[in-house]
């Protein structure tokens, strides 16, 4: 059974950084697209930032962008999002999923196994 575990959330303050894992259990990375997604109360899923482990290519969110960097360790089949200069914007539950595409608008597509989510907390 394939799984996608989360890791790294906690409470920060404006400014500090956090590093959220996601470990996967059961499938590879191989040929995948792995991305981080966001939720804040009382708003949409967004997507934050994908990797696609075929090429390395990325995808950012225009909000996150030169404060979040997405990276992959193949050989532990882990993805890892460095979130520096955080703000009380960035608060929400990070989730973690796997998909087949890249895409630049909603970062990726096919979307088939998620995470159960990590809490990033902001205070200002």
């Known amino acids: 059974e394939a799984h996608l575990v989360e890791s790294g959330g906690g409470l920060v303050q404006a400014g500090g950084s956090l590093r959220l894992s996601c470990a996967a259990s059961?499938?590879?990375?191989?040929?995948?697209?792995i991305g981080w997604f966001r939720q804040a109360p009382g708003k949409e899923r967004e997507g934050v930032s994908c990797?696609?482990?075929?090429?390395?290519?990325?995808v950012y969110a225009d909000s996150v962008k030169g404060r979040f960097t997405i990276s992959s360790d193949n050989a532990k089949n882990t993805v890892y999002l460095q979130m520096n200069s955080l703000k009380p914007e960035d608060t929400a539950v990070y989730y973690c999923?796997?998909?087949?595409?890249?895409?630049?608008?909603?970062?990726?597509?096919?979307?088939?196994?998620w995470g159960k989510g990590t809490l990033v907390t902001v205070s200002s």
């Open positions: 990797i696609s482990f075929s090429d390395g290519s990325t």
């Open positions: 059961g499938f590879t990375f191989e040929d995948r697209v």
């Open positions: 999923a796997a998909g087949w595409v890249l895409l630049s608008t909603t970062c990726s597509g096919g979307l088939d196994y």
